[in-house]
């Protein structure tokens, strides 16, 4: 099998290929750049305000989780849920 191999590397027609380099950073990013990219990566809480309808606490332009009401408008049904 060696033998094979090493026929074939020997070949007239075979051509070394070196292949191409995977794409990488031209160069290393310092730790201060790298902070004030991740500056924004954290969870936040959300705020809260307390619903008009059931004064649970809700978070703003969403459908409360409690009575599932939103501008005095039933959209989900909680007793069938
Ligand atoms: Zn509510």
Redesign the pocket.
């Known amino acids: 099998m060696r033998a094979m191999r090493n026929a074939f590397l020997d070949s007239p027609g075979f051509i070394p290929y070196d292949p191409p380099l995977m794409p990488n950073p031209k160069r290393k990013l310092a730790k201060s750049w790298r902070g004030s990219r991740r500056s924004h990566d954290h969870v936040h809480v959300p705020n809260l305000s307390l619903?008009?309808?059931?004064?649970?606490p809700?978070q703003a332009h969403r459908v409360?989780?409690?009575?599932?009401?939103y501008k005095g408008e039933m959209i989900v049904d909680m007793k069938k849920l």
């Not at 409360?64 to 009401?69: A, E, L, V």
């Open positions: 619903c008009t309808r059931c004064n649970q809700k409360c989780g409690t009575c599932g009401y």
